[in-house]
């Protein structure tokens, strides 16, 4: 991944989604398809190698049925 100030947190958001997806019992295809993705970007996503766009953040939110903003707050909360 490139030099991000906040690698820890993008790799902090895929495992959070992941955990959340499997708690849905989503597939990485699933999703992918519930996003309109290709199934390597939830791969990816989920491993913390791509930073993803806002609007993709709250589809993948919506398919998870948690809100966006409760989804970042998690991820900002383990910071502290």
């Given at each position: 991944?490139?030099?991000n100030k906040y690698e820890l947190e993008i790799i902090r958001l895929g495992l959070l989604i992941k955990q959340l997806r499997g708690k849905e019992n989503i597939t990485q295809e699933?999703?992918?398809t519930l996003c309109n993705v290709d199934v390597?970007?939830?791969q990816r996503i989920e491993k913390g190698?791509?930073?993803i766009t806002i609007?993709?953040?709250f589809s993948i939110a919506d398919s998870l049925k948690i809100e966006a903003g409760t989804l970042i707050g998690q991820i900002f909360s383990e910071n502290q």
């Open positions: 991944m490139e030099n699933q999703l992918s390597r970007t939830i190698e791509q930073n609007s993709l953040l």
